[in-house]
């Protein structure tokens, strides 16, 4: 079979599928239209589907004609709380809610690459795994779908993420780390409340917390080896409740740590606890800090990754690239720290019709109709690929 020819076929079914995922996003842990609609569309195929993994997470298998190796191809499907602003005319139909990073291309590109896979199954040896999972956004559905079963006895693993930053056409990989750890934190700084005319009968909070913000980027820029990567931001402020002349008893942080170095995502973590309470100490006060753990760095294996340049290279030519590590975070990596695989990066963005604007935008969109096929080809064949012995 011509893979090429055969999604470009499929073109007009992905884009129909992807822009009504779009039309309909669900945040994590709620996305039970778009997995039923998966689950469906896959069970029409003839595939062994399990619903419900996670919640709201399934998994297809495509057994082949005789044994061999087990593949995993990993998909995320959960949309993020942003009201969309594109104008398009499937944008979202859920107030608040929109898919601003791409996963319903992703849940689109593995569910087609399935039907495809699905026609050749006479010459497949071993096994290929779909999973789509929930809750990427939070980083909180990657881990129950392990716990579930869905790895086990898996051989290699394979996802890619649709990039608006990247024109159609193009192609990006890394070997190594390619995406950060992230983990969220949450400060909660207490102090003593009092009148604003009279401070001194009481110890303000949001002093101190005003300077935990300045305090902790010493922790990059002072305890991080300036050949490594780290980035401590505090995105959310809250104290008091409005009022102009009260000095409250409390204050929140809440920001997120990104690394990729496994020692030093541990020093930073102890490094924030202490520095929190030592510095709200000197000021009078106290201060905790919480942690909502997020998945480790984003690793492609070296072997596996040469194999897909091979790939990707053959199809796109000189349009390949080797990207820069970036600090956000995914939970593709729990996958990948359990079997070999390769994360890479399909080119999404339209320039010349505004569809570049960063992932996260209100305004983020794709030209899903040259990227997903595209996306579909490479996928399906390293999907093959990976079943071969390496």
């Known amino acids: ?200 009968l009481g110890t303000d909070p949001v002093l101190i917390g005003a300077h935990l913000i300045t305090a902790l980027q010493s922790l990059v820029s002072r305890e991080t080896d300036p050949l490594l990567s780290s980035v401590v931001t ?29 020692g030093l995502r541990r020093h930073l973590v102890r490094r924030i606890e202490e520095l929190s309470g030592s510095l709200a100490a000197a000021f009078g006060g106290s201060a905790g800090v919480s942690w909502r753990p997020g998945s480790p760095a984003v690793v492609n294996d070296p072997l596996m990754t040469e194999r897909f340049r091979a790939i990707a290279r053959e199809r796109v030519g000189d349009k390949l690239l080797e990207i820069p590590p970036m600090m956000g975070g995914d939970d593709m990596a729990e996958f990948l720290l359990r079997a070999p695989g390769v994360y890479f990066w399909v080119g999404a963005g339209d320039p010349a019709s505004g569809k570049d604007k960063p992932h996260h935008h209100a305004a983020f969109d794709i030209d899903d109709e040259r990227a997903l096929p595209l996306a579909a080809e490479l996928l399906a064949r390293t999907a093959l690929d990976f079943l071969r012995e390496g």
């Open 234 to 262: 505090i995105a959310t402020v809250t104290a008091g409740e409005g009022a102009h002349n009260i000095i409250p008893e409390q204050a929140e942080l809440k920001g997120t740590l990104r690394t990729f170095d496994a």
């Open 1 to 200: 079979m011509d893979l090429a020819q055969r999604f470009a076929q499929l073109a007009p079914s992905m884009v129909a599928m992807r822009r009504d995922f779009h039309r309909h996003p669900e945040l994590a842990f709620q996305e039970y239209r778009t997995s039923a609609k998966l689950a469906e569309y896959l069970e029409a195929l003839g595939l062994e589907v399990t619903r419900g993994i996670a919640g709201t997470g399934l998994m297809a298998r495509l057994k082949g004609s005789r044994p061999g190796r087990t593949v995993l191809v990993r998909a995320d499907i959960d949309a993020l709380p942003i009201h969309e602003a594109t104008g398009a005319e499937y944008a979202s139909q859920t107030p608040g809610v929109m898919h601003a990073c791409g996963h319903d291309g992703h849940a689109t590109v593995a569910a087609h690459v399935a039907r495809v896979l699905s026609e050749l199954r006479e010459g497949i040896a071993g096994e290929l795994r779909f999973v789509f999972q929930p809750a990427e956004e939070i980083v909180q559905g990657a881990r129950p779908m392990i716990e579930a079963g869905v790895m086990d006895g898996v051989d290699a693993v394979v996802g890619l993420h649709l990039w608006s930053q990247l024109p159609a056409g193009m192609v990006g990989v890394r070997p190594g780390p390619i995406m950060a750890a992230a983990d969220a934190f949450t400060v909660t700084v207490r102090g003593r409340g009092a009148h604003a005319a009279t401070p001194h």
